[in-house]
């Protein structure tokens, strides 16, 4: 089945410590995008990627960082620049006709 | 700047009975799309339905239906006999050349 898999469920950061989070997608989708929600909140956009070797900042790209060096693979990393980095992330391919969103990832930091 | 809102952060329903979630959206665009996600416990988000703006007549999927009206900027969510597998978080999201765009969220709990 096409989708969109994130890996770990659950991550554990240490203070200071660089964290990648894994999104990968089969469904051949040229745009992919990195959600962050808080609790009982909204999604907020960090990253996105509309082609492969090119991504934009999205509302709250402070702290964070991707790459997209093919087109299947939208990887997150949550560097140690990011004060309060504790929250829920979600990662998402699109098109017309809607998001297709990954299981997400659930990052503490401890 | 593209925004939607969402003015009710809350809201409960009976079992069996119908409800209706809210959503504005601001745009200058004439051609984008509509959304409604659910997200529940367990955090997946699921697509509820789609709208596109081009077309006047209002989406139906099952018991779930849109009121589209583009004038206004509104686009609400009418779900009939309501369920308990459907209490969740709904968003209503519009997307515009790749640029999406989610409400803060209603949280709706169906009671038995």
Redesign the interface.
């Known amino acids: 089945d096409g989708g969109i898999t994130q890996s770990p469920k659950y991550l554990f950061r240490k203070e200071g410590q660089n964290v990648t989070l894994s999104c990968e997608q089969n469904l051949n989708h040229d745009a992919m995008y990195w959600y962050r929600q808080d609790p009982g909140q909204g999604l907020r956009l960090i990253y996105y990627s509309q082609i492969v070797n090119d991504f934009q900042k999205g509302d709250i790209a402070e702290g964070y960082s991707v790459s997209r060096e093919k087109k299947e693979s939208f990887p997150l990393t949550v560097t140690s620049a990011q004060k309060n980095p504790t929250a829920f992330y979600l990662c998402a391919s699109l098109t017309v006709y809607g998001y297709t969103f990954g299981s997400g990832t659930r990052l503490t930091v401890v | 700047a593209q925004t939607v809102t969402q003015s009710q952060p809350e809201m409960s329903v009976q079992e069996a009975e119908t409800v209706t979630l809210s959503c504005t959206y601001d745009t200058s665009e004439n051609n984008y799309?509509l959304?409604w996600?659910k997200q529940p416990p367990?955090?997946?988000?699921i697509?509820v339905i789609?709208q596109e703006a081009y077309k006047q007549q209002n989406a139906t999927e099952n018991r779930f239906s849109v009121n589209f009206q583009k004038a206004a900027k509104s686009f609400s969510l009418k779900i009939s006999d309501s369920q308990l597998g459907d209490t969740a978080m709904y968003?209503c999201?519009f997307?515009n050349n790749?640029d999406?765009r989610?409400?803060?969220?209603t949280?709706l709990t169906v009671k038995p």
């Open positions: 799309y959304f996600y367990s955090r997946q988000m697509l789609r968003f999201a997307i790749n999406m989610f409400g803060a969220g949280r």
